[in-house]
């Protein structure tokens, strides 16, 4: 809750917020979701509420066309999503452009982009689009009809697998193949899938609820047994495995999306995850373009938020990120959060 300082800022207490031109003394910092560690501020972090994402000076495009986006991929100079019937754009990440399909209308949830080529798929009869600068789509179709939930690019290919696996060079000729781990691999069953990620130059894939362990390898092509050798069968910590989807490498960290345990598994390296517990069901998918993030977030009710963070995630168990309030541009007036009394 805003303060709006009447009296001298000696009589608000560490964590008031006060609208002010300039910040009246140097106990008091802008809002601005900058990082602070818990031991430097600890009577602060005490009244803080639990932060809304693990990435550093978070700021939320309250956009309704976002609701509707899956999935974020990065290339071309473009952050670019799908949705229903309609993908998405940005430069920034904060100012979005949704391109409307010509007629397909299914729901499209995953897409991946090889350098060249933008492939998003949808979830029923085969349809599918591809672009080169990801705002000019062509629809086309797979030569399967079942339900297809995600997208993937390996460095060498894409696959699409579900009930079967499909694999393509280009993203537009494709060749089907029942030959792959979801039928069975030597001396192992393995529970249903859910989850194909291509990250840090090795597959992670996930399986349905609680199964209790990822399955590692690093070859490239997930068809060619020679790929698979060898391939690890990680546990997961504790129970925190349910429907783990979206992986992704920040360059320093693994971080393990699932919006079901509203939090996230992060790790320097696959085989050393800490929980990080949100207190919001927290992001969906997240991509970054070299310097930034962005993210999908999802909400009670199904609701989806896009964001952007400048920079990493932090370090839940000892920072702590300052609330970030936006300021008009034509504004003479920011706001202010009280850090100590001395």
């Known amino acids: 809750m805003l303060i709006h300082p009447i009296q001298s800022t000696e009589l608000y207490p560490i964590g008031s917020i006060v609208e002010a031109s300039n910040p009246p003394d140097n106990k008091w910092v802008p809002c601005n979701g900058q990082v602070l560690a818990q031991a430097d501020y600890p009577v602060l972090y005490n009244l803080m509420e639990q932060p809304h994402s693990i990435f550093q000076n978070f700021e939320v495009v309250q956009d309704t066309d976002l609701d509707e986006m899956y999935e974020v991929v990065y290339g071309n100079g473009l952050f670019v999503g799908c949705g229903d019937g309609e993908m998405f754009y940005s430069s920034d990440g904060l100012s979005w452009t949704k391109v409307v399909l010509p ?52 460095g060498t290919y894409f696959f699409i697998i579900g009930n079967t696996c499909l694999r393509s060079s280009n993203g537009t000729s494709w060749t089907e193949s029942t030959d792959s781990f979801l ?17 840090n130059s090795k ?5 349905y609820y609680y199964t209790g362990y990822f399955l590692v390898f690093e070859g490239s092509d997930i068809l060619d047994p020679n790929d698979w050798v060898p391939y690890v069968m990680q546990p997961f910590i504790n129970t925190y495995r349910f429907n783990c989807e979206k992986i992704i490498y920040t360059g320093n960290h693994y971080i393990f999306f699932n919006s079901y345990m509203d939090g996230a598994l992060v790790g320097p390296s696959l085989h050393d995850l800490t929980h990080y517990r949100i207190s919001v069901r927290e992001a969906i998918d997240a991509v970054n373009d070299g310097e930034d993030y962005v993210v999908i977030l ?9 964001g952007r963070s400048e920079g990493d995630f932090y370090d839940l168990d000892t920072e702590f990120r300052l609330p970030h309030q936006v300021v008009a541009d034509n504004s003479r007036v920011g706001y202010y959060i009280k850090l100590k009394d001395d």
């Open 103 to 154: 007629t397909y209308t299914n729901t499209f949830y995953g897409i991946a982009y090889d350098g060249t080529t933008f492939v998003s798929v949808g979830y029923d009869d085969g349809e599918y689009v591809t672009s080169t600068d990801g705002q000019n789509w062509t629809e086309r179709l797979l030569p399967v009809t079942w339900s297809v939930t995600n997208i993937t690019y390996s």
């Open 183 to 199: 039928y069975g691999f030597p001396g192992q069953t393995f529970d249903t899938p859910c989850g194909f990620n291509y990250v």
């Open 203 to 207: 597959w992670v894939i996930t399986f």
């Open 298 to 306: 999802t909400t009670e009710g199904d609701y989806k938020s896009v």
